[in-house]
Every structure is written in C-alpha cells, then in structure tokens.
C-alpha cells in the first residue's frame, strides 16, 4: 500500500516563497506520475501541477504557470512543489497525488495547510 505524506506547508505573506514535499512510501515510486491538488475553504478541490515518472511533460494550471515549479527526486522518493510570488488567492489545503489511473488518482496525501496573509 502506498502512503503519502506530505510536509512544509506554513503562513507566508503575500509575494512570498513555499516549498511543499511529499514523501511515497510501499510502491516503485520512479515509474508513475506524481502531483498535486488544492482545496480552498468553500470551493472544489482543484488540480495545481503533474510530472511524470519517466520522460514526459509537466502541467501545471493556469493560475500557477509561472510561479510554481513541480520536480522530484527518485532516489528520495520525493516530489516537491516551489511556490513563489504566493497570493493570498493561493491559500488551500494542498493535496499530493500518485498514479493516475482512468477513476482518477490512486493515491492522495493527508494534506498541508498553506495560509498566504495579504
């Protein structure tokens, strides 16, 4: 069973910087797609960013093309989310996300709070 756990989210002031990680644990973590999803107070969870386990392209959303990066580290079992120029629009709960499948993503995190004050 694959767990996720992810870690460094926190409160920033607007313009400010974040990076969230996300550790995988139980499953080959290098061959599948990772990412990660938000959720704010009131509204749908949405999709933020995807990279995928080998060669492929990145996603991000429009909202964060620009200000977010997703990378990762195999041999850490790691997937990491830099936040820059934070808004206070910004401010969710960030899910992280592994193996896509055709019912959605397997695999979800506990979820981080991250708190962007104007």
């Known amino acids: 069973q694959v767990q996720l756990v992810e870690s460094g989210g926190g409160l920033v002031q607007a313009g400010g910087s974040l990076r969230l990680s996300c550790v995988a644990s139980g499953r080959t973590f290098r061959r599948y797609a990772m990412g990660w999803f938000r959720q704010a107070p009131g509204k749908e969870r949405e999709f933020v960013a995807a990279?995928?386990?080998?060669?492929?392209?990145?996603y991000y959303a429009d909202s964060v093309k620009g200000r977010f990066t997703i990378s990762r580290d195999n041999a850490k079992n790691t997937v990491y989310l830099q936040m820059n120029s934070l808004e206070p629009e910004d401010t969710a709960v960030y899910y992280c996300v592994g193996h896509p499948s055709s019912s959605g993503w397997d695999y979800w995190g506990q979820g981080t709070q991250v708190t962007v004050s104007s």
């Open positions: 990279i995928p386990g080998g060669g492929g392209s990145i």
